[in-house]
């Protein structure tokens, strides 16, 4: 397993200077910088598009970790790709026909994900493992930052770490929810390499970033 992999996510930076803030993070020690894309249809919120996120492409180097919560997804997934995306995930959740969004996102030349939500069990990845690079637990229900970790997604990527494992493929596992210090701990025992945390990365200001990053790691 490879060693854990932190990508703060921009929806909870100051968007009134953003580039400064991806730049902040990355020089903190950001692996990824994770973009919640919100429609206020799929999730209850709305936050920004591709424009957005190509305005900040120039100011890093760092991986764009996309994380849609959109539906209907394919249309926008060509949009994505050019705006600067190097990962696209996807919700199980978002659409009748996720193999096709998945087998889209690779024809793009881009690392597909997918996302399943916390009622959704594992066993729903069965048919969909050899098309994934990443798979994304979402600790919270999607569609606000702040929000509690759900316990018992720990079991779920448990799970997902058996399944990685038997496919014999380099999938990477993230979490996204409610991670703190402490659920960073048990996510990363259960089974994950990749968190991605809003809250907890930009407590603080710009000075205290290094230190919360290195706090998730443990």
């Not at 990355?26 to 919120?45: E, S």
């Not at 637990?137 to 997902?160: E, H, Y």
Request: proline share 6%; with cysteine; net charge negative.
């Amino acid at each position: 397993m490879q060693p854990v992999r932190i990508a703060p996510s921009i929806l909870s930076a100051d968007f009134s200077k953003l580039g400064e803030e991806v730049r902040a993070i990355d020089k903190a020690g950001a692996d990824w910088i994770h973009i919640d894309v919100m429609d206020g249809h799929f999730v209850p919120n709305i936050s920004f598009g591709p424009a957005v996120m190509k305005s900040v492409r120039g100011v890093t180097t760092k991986p764009f970790d996309v994380h849609l919560m959109i539906s209907p997804v394919d249309a926008y997934l060509d949009a994505f790709a050019e705006a600067g995306a190097d990962c696209i995930t996807v919700h199980y959740e978002a659409g009748p026909h996720i193999h096709r969004s998945l087998q889209h996102i690779k024809s793009l030349g881009k690392r597909a994900g997918i996302v399943i939500c916390p009622g959704t069990p594992a066993k729903m990845l069965d048919y969909l493992m050899d098309m994934v690079d990443l798979v994304l637990v979402m600790s919270v229900n999607p569609g606000f930052g702040g929000q509690s970790f759900i316990p018992s997604q720990l079991k779920k990527i448990s799970a997902i770490r058996t399944m990685i494992e038997k496919s014999g493929r380099a999938i990477d596992l993230e979490v996204d929810g409610g991670v703190d210090a402490e659920w960073a701990k048990r996510c990363i025992e259960a089974g994950a390499d990749a968190l991605v945390a809003g809250t907890s990365v930009f407590r603080g200001g710009p000075d205290h970033y290094a230190a919360n990053i290195a706090a998730l790691r443990g």
